[in-house]
């Protein structure tokens, strides 16, 4: 049987903490916290659960993400942000492959918690999500804040039963807040990356957003939630590429 590590990045994540190190218990053989100095009582959780607790500077999902795998001492990763906790139907998976392993990483699908609703439709499920994964055999890469783990080319996935369960937003206060973060991380990414907007971006790209999820992918069948989500996946695409188009003009 394989050793496996348990990687979590965390920053004041005392809500759901618990939670996600109560699900990693008699699954993994280890459990890793890289945590960005937080202030509230995420340290103390961790210390219950005897976890090997290292503080980091926070430069980034991705780099903070990466830095985590390098101090993990097993080959075998499976890698959680704080607000995240394996399901039964998933530990009972992850438990199988620890006996037979055959991939280089596998996918689950992870379900989102928003206000205290399931959601089960939209941009927000299946949300297939590869977090077990063997050392060295990618990293996690895409443009901040939206990371995934990225297997080399030529390595092979698998596809795990159960979901990774996610409690992403309590309110639509916390939400709105966190659309205006992310939007101006995400319009700072593309800019360093030599991204353009344009005034056809700004308008087309979050109309398409919307109409996807809401229509195509039955974010409708979620009720009241579903179409605030829909209209916040609007909104982060549209404030995303507005930031980016006034970037550009400050530049110029």
Not at 26 to 37: G, L, R, T, Y
Not at 67 to 73: D, G, T, V, W
């Amino acid at each position: 049987m394989i050793k496996l590590s348990g990687v979590i990045i965390t920053y004041n994540e005392e809500e759901h903490l618990e939670k996600c190190l109560q699900s990693l218990v008699n699954i993994v053989d280890e459990i890793v916290v890289v945590d960005s100095f937080s202030t509230d009582n995420t340290p103390e959780i961790c210390a219950k659960y005897h976890v090997n607790f290292i503080q980091h500077q926070f430069e980034g999902y991705i780099e903070q993400k990466n830095f985590a795998i390098s101090q993990a001492k097993h080959d075998y990763i499976l890698s959680l942000d704080g607000d995240e906790a394996l399901s039964e139907a998933l530990k009972n998976s992850i438990q199988k492959v620890k006996q037979n392993w055959t991939h280089d990483g596998y996918y689950s699908n992870r379900l989102n918690n928003y206000c205290g609703q399931w959601i089960k439709h939209s941009d927000w499920y299946p949300d297939r999500k590869l977090r077990l994964f063997k050392k060295g055999s990618g990293e996690w890469q895409g443009i901040n804040p939206h990371d995934s783990y990225t297997l080399k080319k030529g390595y092979k996935a698998g596809f795990l039963k159960g979901d990774l369960l996610h409690w992403i937003y309590r309110d639509y206060q916390e939400h709105n807040q966190k659309v205006e973060r992310f939007s101006t991380i995400a319009a700072h990414a593309y800019y360093k990356l030599g991204i353009k907007s344009s005034v056809f971006k700004i308008v087309f790209r979050p109309t398409w957003a919307f109409f996807k999820a809401y229509f195509l992918r039955l974010g409708f069948l979620d009720g009241l939630n579903g179409f605030v989500i829909c209209v916040q996946t609007f909104n982060v695409t549209f404030l995303k590429y507005l930031k980016l188009y006034e970037l550009h003009k400050g530049k110029d």
